[in-house]
């Protein structure tokens, strides 16, 4: 699986922008997709999980309620919605894909970064203050 990041940009305090991250190869549906982020000097952290076909969804506490993980099977495609953005949302974004089985979901795997199986590229997300 290739993984292709984009949406990134500048954008100020309290703006929203949308990551998409689009997914080459076969069964899509059996991957559970991520987005994870990295500050400068920091190590990366997770940010949302989201389940085969969508019906679960995890999210890091510094992003409950403001940013929203999404899927569409159809095109093989992940989003991430991020509103209300804050001056320490800025990082590089990347999203990853883990091939659990069914089953398997679990809050602490999610937010392993050990888990993944694959990776994008990244895409920078500046907030100014």
């Known amino acids: 699986v290739q993984l292709q990041a984009s949406g990134g940009g500048l954008v100020q305090a309290g703006g929203s922008l949308r990551l998409s991250c689009a997914a080459s190869g076969r069964a899509f549906n059996n991957y559970i997709m991520a987005w994870f982020r990295q500050a400068p000097g920091l190590e990366r952290e997770f940010v949302a999980a989201?389940?085969?076909?969508?019906?679960?969804?995890d999210y890091a506490d510094s992003v409950k309620g403001r940013f929203t993980i999404s899927r569409d099977n159809a095109v093989n495609t992940v989003y991430l919605q991020m509103n209300s953005l804050k001056p320490e949302d800025t990082a590089v974004y990347y999203c990853a894909a883990d091939s659990r089985r069914a089953g398997e979901w679990s809050g602490s795997r999610n937010r392993n970064r050990h888990e993944y199986d694959y990776w994008g590229q990244g895409t920078q997300v500046t907030v100014s203050s």
């Open positions: 989201i389940s085969w076909s969508g019906g679960s969804k």
